[in-house]
């Protein structure tokens, strides 16, 4: 593990049956909800090594929490992205009616969405990824995906890099994490209002520095407006 101020790496490492030299490496930064995870390989053998990246996003049915006594209800589900459909809608509705699907893509991403919060995986871009929807004997639902090969050549290093998100949505930080990630936000029928007020209480706060300032500043703004 090495620490400084604004991150932390945890490597977790393994010695294959034949001796390739394998580090999990989990690179988190401080103010980021995003993680970097490396896989670190040092084949000492006389044979190529090669491995897929795999990640998975396991949820049960139940609603999302913070729907409860809102306006309406959000999108609650799977989403994912591929090259001629930039944003798509997996609900457990459709898991049931068809069963595991699979799509293919480069790069892409996998996540899960509720209200407030989106967890992620994003695949190395430079990769084909299959993207995995499917359900379990005991109703529970799977969102995985599972990059191309990487190869090592023998006597040699190298590494893949992943990354994971969990957190809340912010729209301007999931754009630039991958592109279409920021289309989860769902502003719904009031999504012209919605996003110049989030794009304006944005802007408040990164002058201000304390949300709670910033929306009261907001919200003089709004009413200013309106008189």
Known sequence: MSESADSLD???????????EVTKRYSFSRDSYLIDVSFIINNTTT??????AFGQIKRDAFDDPSDAGGFGRTYLGFVTTITDDPY???EFDDIDDNGSSTLETPGGWMAFSQHYFITAWIPAIESTTQLTTRKN???????EFTSSAFEVAAG?????????????????VLRDIS?????????????????????LLSRINSIIGNYGIS?????????????
């Open 10 to 20: 945890v490597d977790l490492s393994l010695v294959t049956s034949d001796g390739v």
């Open 47 to 52: 044979e190529t090594w090669q491995a897929n």
């Open 88 to 90: 798509i809608e997996i």
């Open 137 to 143: 004997s005991s109703n529970q639902y799977y969102g």
């Open 156 to 172: 040699e290093s190298g590494n893949h890099t992943i990354q994971y998100y969990a957190g809340p949505k912010d729209q301007y």
């Open 179 to 199: 592109p279409g990630l920021d289309k989860t936000i769902d502003y719904s029928f009031l999504w012209f209002i919605a996003s110049p007020i989030y794009w």
């Open 215 to 227: 929306i009261i500043l907001l919200t003089i703004v709004v009413k200013s407006a309106f008189l």
